[in-house]
């Protein structure tokens, strides 16, 4: 075999690893597929008005100008629309409510993704962020590397990678008994993470997939609760955080 022949086929195995490995890359970042509700959600309501800005979701009350936000990172390959209805409910609750973009649907290409949204909007006078999952993960690391611009954290599914343990915050992480990420929200090493007062909200029956309106969600369990329920449980325990800023 020449030189040439050998080294026509060592280029050729390597296009045809590259080929591979940019397929396997393609159907990774593929993002999980919406249910309906989620798409019949991009739209404003009378409690509720609706924009979309370079894929940012935009839900503000109607009635007086809300004083409290909130930014949501999404879960890791769930597109943005997957938490339309919880923005606009929480929206409707009297509260600013954002749900932002993020390269390829991963919040860990884009951590500071809210900075945008607070930025924006400097009527608000209190700001929270957090997240479903990947999502909530990325919202921590983002208040800590922002002191002082978020007065809260919202957990959905989730816990912190970073250690706010001695940061002034109001915290909620709020998850299903079905998850399979249970142990991780729950470790004694992550808990220990956020401030001794982290409020805590179990849903019996809940599972991951069910925070969002999205489907297919690989290696979970099937929810024994509607979805409606569990998510009524996660905004009420998110509404309720959100409420300690109201009229502050």
């Given amino acids: 075999m020449t ?3 050998v080294l026509r086929g060592l280029l050729l195995g390597a296009a045809t690893i590259l080929v591979v490995l940019v397929g396997v890359f393609v159907w990774w970042v593929q993002p999980q597929p919406l ?46 629309a997957a938490y339309a209805p919880q923005a606009r409910e929480i929206a409707e609750a009297g509260y600013l409510a954002v749900v932002v973009p993020v390269p390829l649907n991963l919040a860990v290409f884009d951590i500071d993704a809210a900075q945008g949204v ?21 919202a921590a690391q983002f208040i800590d590397s922002h002191p002082g611009e978020v007065e809260g954290l919202v957990l959905w599914a989730s816990y912190s990678a970073a250690d ?18 249970v142990p991780s929200f729950t470790s004694p090493a992550n808990v220990a993470k956020l401030p001794s007062d982290a ?20 290696n979970d ?28």
């Fill in 221 to 248: 369990l099937p929810a024994t609760i509607p979805r409606v329920d569990q998510q009524a449980q996660v905004i009420d325990a998110t509404v309720s955080l959100l409420e300690k800023f109201a009229g502050e």
């Fill in 164 to 181: 706010l343990s001695a940061v002034d915050l109001e915290v909620v992480s709020a998850y299903g008994t079905l998850d399979p990420g």
């Fill in 118 to 138: 607070i930025d924006d909007h400097p009527e608000i006078a209190h700001w929270v962020v957090g997240g479903h999952s990947l999502g909530g993960s990325m």
């Fill in 35 to 80: 249910l309906p509700q989620a798409t019949a959600a991009l739209a404003s309501t009378p409690g509720a008005a609706f924009t979309e800005d370079n894929g940012r979701l935009t839900y503000t009350p109607v009635g007086p100008p809300p004083t409290v936000g909130l930014v949501l990172y999404p879960g890791g390959k769930v597109p943005p």
């Fill in 3 to 5: 030189r040439r022949r």
């Fill in 199 to 218: 409020a805590f909200r179990v849903v019996e029956g809940g599972n991951h997939e069910q925070i969002g309106w999205y489907t297919g969600q690989p």
